[in-house]
Every structure is written in C-alpha cells, then in structure tokens.
C-alpha cells in the first residue's frame, strides 16, 4: 500500500468525513424519535386539554361528554399499577436470583431460561387468555383488581426477571468472594452487597415492566373488565376499570366530544406512566446513593 | 521448622484437581503458629490454589476436587474432611486477595462486616474493634478522621491495608494473603511489608508472591513450588543463599520464571 504523505492525508479525510457522517445519523434517529412523542404530546393537548379541570378527575364516566370524567379508571389504574409492582417485583427479583444463585447449571436451567426470553416476546392477548381460564374460571377470582393484577404481573415478568438477572451477573466475582472469605453465608451475602449493588439494575427493569404494563388493554379487557363503572373499588375483589379501557370507549363512539376526552384521559395516561417511572428512578437514585464503587 | 515453633497447619498428601486436570500433586507441608510462610513459584505452579484451599475457598468454583488432609491445629480437625462448615474455616482463615476488593460501602462498614455477620451489634465494641483492626493494618492514622467515607476513595494501597483490617477485625488464628502487593507500587508495598512484621505476633501469616525479594525480606520460611509440587522448604535466610535443589537455584538466580 502506498503510504505517502498525499495518499494518507486523503484517506484521513475520509475517515473523518465517515465518522462525522455516523454522528449525524445517530443525531438523526434519536430527533425522529423525540419529534414524534413532542408531537403527540402536543396534538394530545390541542385536542383534550380544554378538558382537563378537576371535574374532569372526580366524576364518573357518563353519557354527557362534558359530564364524563376518568375518577374509576384513574383510581383503577392507580390500584392495578400498585399489585402488578408489587407482585412482579417479588416473584421477579426471587425468580432472578433463584436462577442466577442457586439453580445448578444444566440443561433443564437452560431450557427455563429460554422460554422466559420467549415468554416475553408472547403477543399480551395470549396472557389475557391464560388469565380468563385460570384466574378468572379456574380459580374464581372474576374480573377484579386481584386478577388484573396477577395477569399484568405475568406479562412483564420475564422483562424484571432477565433484568434482575443480569444485575446480578454483572456484579464482580470478587464481591462474592471479599464476602465468603469473611464467613459469610449466602443469603448474608445476597441481602448485604449482591442485592443493594444490583437494586439499580433490578430497577430500570421494573421501569421497563411498568410502563408497559400501564397501557395495556388487549388483556384486561380478556379477563373481563368493565367499561361503564360508578364506584371506586373498595377491596382486591372489586370490579374495575382503567384508563386505557376508559381511552379507547371514548375513541369508539362517533361524536366529537367525547374524542376530546379521550385525549385528555391519554394525557393523564401519559402523566401516570412518568409518574410510576419518577418513583422507580428515585429509588435507583437512592440505590446508587448507597453503593460507592 | 524448630522444636520451639507450634504446629499451625499440617497439609497431608493434598491432591487437587480442576476438572480432570491436576493442579496440586501429593503437597506435604507443615506451617509453624505465628510465622510467616512465603510460598513462591512462577505463574501457574499451583502455590494460589494452595492458598485457597486452606480457607476452602475452592468450593465457590465448580468441578474442583481436593484430596488429602489439611489439619489446623491446636484444636487438630481437617479442613477437608466432608463434615467441615466452611463458615466455621472461614471465621478462623481469613483471606485478603490479589487485587483490593473493598466493598462499595465506608471504611467503617467494611471493616465491621465480619463482626456484623457473626451477630456482634453493641456499638461501642464495634467501633472499638474497628480501629484495633486499623491499627494493625497501619491505616488507622491515615483515616481515623474519615472512617465512614467510601471505601473506593482510598488509593490502591490504602484499600488494600483496609482489606488486611476487615480480615483481621474478626481476630482470625490464620491469614492467607494472595499476591497481596502485586497490584500495588513500591512504597505501599513497603507498608504492608512493614505491618507484617507487627500482624505476625498475633497470626499466621502465609502468604503467595512472586516477588523473590519479598519472600526474601518478610518471610520466616519459604516454599518454593513448580509444576504442582512442593520443591524445597526451608528458613528463607538458607533457601536464598544455599537452596539444595537445583531447580530452586535455577529459580532465584533468575535462570527461568
């Protein structure tokens, strides 16, 4: 190869004029993504934010558009939001460190660890149908909160389930070792460096869970719940209804107004989801707090 | 070793494989209480995992295998016999490694950890106990004023002299220290060479270098290893002028490794 100074000296160009072209595709993708949400942000309020007003949050649904308000679904999705964290992140995080601590490393663990990545590519209406034979007929839970709840949760498991584990993967060796080597047992050594150290990790998997699970509609609506709803929930066993489902009845009826309610309740919507995720960084943030690497 | 010197450790025919490979073959070897014992030898001669038998420690890594008898005396059971709780090793062996591993909590949290895990809760005999450990380790003066900092804003040296302290805060009978200067320069090597000599009144200290000067200088006796096997034993004043083996004169004169 002729490497005079000619030749190299146009050959850095290139590369330079390469890298700098990779920037800017990069810069690309990422604007054409903010863009759209900022649009959809802005067309929401165009269209629903005359509606937003404190009625708007304390009435029920109703016939009147103008009348109509999201008090069952907000509170239901509050309600359903709070089971499903709770239950994917215990059965999650103790699935994760069954699998990543204790299971012996052999072909059935292979096997399980698969299907979990396939389960979370499993289409949300196929849970709805498990959910509506075991939960809702099986074991006669009808369409309450309990149910959404459990169905939500096993949606999103496995996202919290191989997030967790790979927290806990990527903890070095020598944490482990630093711990065993003063005595301590396994479990002194998950609930005092291995699960603190990988809290931020399990976390941002939790957000991940979350946010997908406080849109979704395809599998509450499987399981039965209800459209209409003039009461709030008193207990687990309560029927229910939640924004998305709220959203999309108002979207399916012909007139105009109650178009703009729907966009008002996608802002609420939108609201709710940046609020569980606030919570679940705040966390993350304190997590880190404690951990001085 | 001398009449005078108590019997510590009596390693017995101890066989050691890593799947199907061998990696210690037939070790005989005695240590003497409150010494300091160098085991020495180039890369891959076996002289960490033997270290690491010692505290069982081998166990965390699967498909190894260890044969023979290691007795720890005075209380004369084996380390390697089936019905051995490796708590039990472990609260007695402690181990500081090659590289630092503080963990990511203060100074304090670190050095308290093995009192913690063993119950101990009275504030005052943990802080107490804390800065004895220090002391020992030489680093107490050095941050007394900050001990509830992060670990991980000491320099290298310093976190491993912290590392010596957590091992030494629960008041081990035996110290094993692995390569423990490797990752450090000169003048933190010399400090931890410098607090052997105190650590020793009160432990056993065996500890793996590949450092011949460091054996040399901090070490009672020297065990020089190859291939697996245990070559020459002896005073290290008389294994570094006159070794009776060929091979460990090859070593020291710096002839291979």
């Known amino acids: 190869m002729n490497l005079s100074t000619n030749s190299l000296g146009s050959s850095v160009k290139f590369r330079h004029f390469l890298s700098f072209i990779f920037k800017i595709l990069s810069l690309l993708g990422l604007l054409l993504g903010l863009i759209v949400l900022l649009v959809l942000i802005g067309d929401l309020i165009r269209r629903g934010g005359d509606r937003l007003s404190i009625d708007f949050f304390t009435n029920f649904a109703s016939r009147k558009a103008d009348r109509a308000g999201i008090l069952a679904a907000w509170v239901g999705t509050l309600w359903v939001m709070l089971i499903t964290a709770v239950l994917t992140i215990v059965v999650g995080v103790s699935a994760a460190i069954y699998l990543e601590e204790y299971a012996p490393k052999n072909r059935a663990t292979r096997l399980i660890e698969l299907n979990i990545l396939n389960l979370a590519a499993m289409p949300s209406i196929l849970y709805g149908l498990l959910a509506l034979g075991l939960f809702v007929h099986q074991m006669k839970l009808g369409s309450s909160l309990l149910t959404a709840g459990m169905t939500l949760s096993l949606l999103v498991l496995p996202v919290v389930i191989v997030a967790s584990r790979e927290a806990l993967r990527s903890l070095p060796f020598t944490l482990k070792e630093a711990s065993y080597a003063l005595g301590a047992t396994q479990f002194q050594t998950l609930v005092y460096h291995q699960i603190p150290a990988a809290l931020s990790g399990i976390m941002t998997g939790v957000i991940l869970a979350l946010s997908r699970a406080i849109g979704e509609t395809a599998p509450l609506i499987t399981i039965g719940a209800l459209t209409y709803i003039a009461f709030l929930p008193q207990s687990l066993m309560d029927s229910f209804t939640v924004l998305p489902i709220q959203l999309f009845n108002w979207l399916s009826r012909p007139q105009e107004e109650f178009h703009a309610n729907a966009a008002a309740a996608g802002l609420v919507l939108l609201f709710l989801t940046f609020l569980l995720n606030g919570v679940a960084i705040l966390i993350r943030i304190k997590a880190r707090k404690n951990i001085k690497w | ?257």
Request: proline fraction near 4%; include cysteine.
């Open chain 2, 1 to 257: 070793m001398n009449s005078e010197e108590s019997l510590k450790i009596d390693i017995q025919n101890l066989n050691f494989f890593y799947k199907t490979k061998q990696v210690l073959k037939n070790i005989n070897l005695q240590m003497a209480e409150k010494k300091v014992t160098a085991l020495m030898g180039p890369s891959g001669c076996g002289k960490t995992t033997l270290l690491r038998c010692l505290n069982l420690m081998h166990e965390l890594i699967e498909e190894t295998r260890a044969e023979g008898t290691v007795n720890l005396y005075p209380q004369k059971v084996n380390l390697l016999s089936d019905e051995m709780d490796p708590l039990w090793v472990r609260q007695r062996i402690g181990m500081v490694f090659q590289k630092p591993n503080p963990f990511p909590k203060s100074m304090y949290e670190n050095v308290a950890y093995g009192l913690r895990l063993r119950g101990l809760k009275n504030k005052t005999e943990l802080e107490s106990r804390v800065e004895k450990a220090l002391n020992q380790a030489g680093l107490w003066k050095e941050v007394s004023d900050r001990i509830h900092q992060p670990a991980f804003s000491l320099s290298g040296g310093q976190q491993q002299r912290l590392c010596i302290a957590r091992a030494l805060a629960v008041e081990p009978e035996v110290l094993l220290l692995d390569e423990p200067t490797s990752a450090l320069d000169p003048i933190s090597t010399a400090h931890i060479e410098e607090q052997l000599s105190e650590i020793k009144k009160h432990v056993t200290v065996i500890m793996v270098t590949h450092n011949l000067h460091q054996a040399a200088r901090c070490s009672d006796e020297t065990v020089f290893m190859l291939n697996g096997e245990v070559i020459e034993k002896g005073r290290s004043q008389k294994l570094f002028t006159n070794p009776q083996d060929q091979r460990t004169e090859n070593y020291i004169t710096g002839r291979f490794g």
